[in-house]
């Protein structure tokens, strides 16, 4: 099993950026294709972006391509999520999410292990 704890949300202001760190311990980091998603108010959790076992590939959701970047650390344990251009509308907690499928995956139900989330508003 692994244990996830997100950091580095907060208050920004429309245009701004923020990085998301997401630790993770237990079993072996680099067994586990990571994911970021976010949940706003009344709404469903949605995928944001994902990052295969070795780094090597990634995949964004269309309303942030261009905007946000996924990275890992496999030594450190950590992914990361560097959010630049921020607008209103990425307002939400984010999650980050292990899944121990050898793929990038898209989906909630991929994904075994969650975080307890962190708050990103984006002011206009």
């Known amino acids: 099993q692994v244990q996830l704890v997100e950091s580095g949300g907060g208050l920004v202001q429309a245009g701004g950026s923020l990085r998301l760190s997401c630790a993770a311990s237990g079993r072996t980091f680099s067994f586990y294709a990571m994911g970021w998603f976010r949940q706003a108010p009344g709404k469903e959790r949605e995928f944001v972006a994902a990052i295969d076992r070795s780094g090597g590939n990634t995949e964004y959701a269309d309303s942030v391509k261009g905007r946000f970047t996924i990275s890992r650390d496999n030594a450190k344990g950590t992914v990361y999520l560097q959010m630049n251009s921020l607008k209103p509308e990425d307002t939400a907690v984010y999650f980050c999410?292990?899944?121990?499928?050898?793929?990038?995956?898209?989906?909630?139900?991929?994904?075994?292990?969650w975080g307890q989330g962190t708050q990103v508003t984006v002011s206009s």
């Open positions: 999410a292990a899944t121990s499928r050898s793929y990038i995956a898209y989906s909630v139900g991929q994904y075994g292990y």
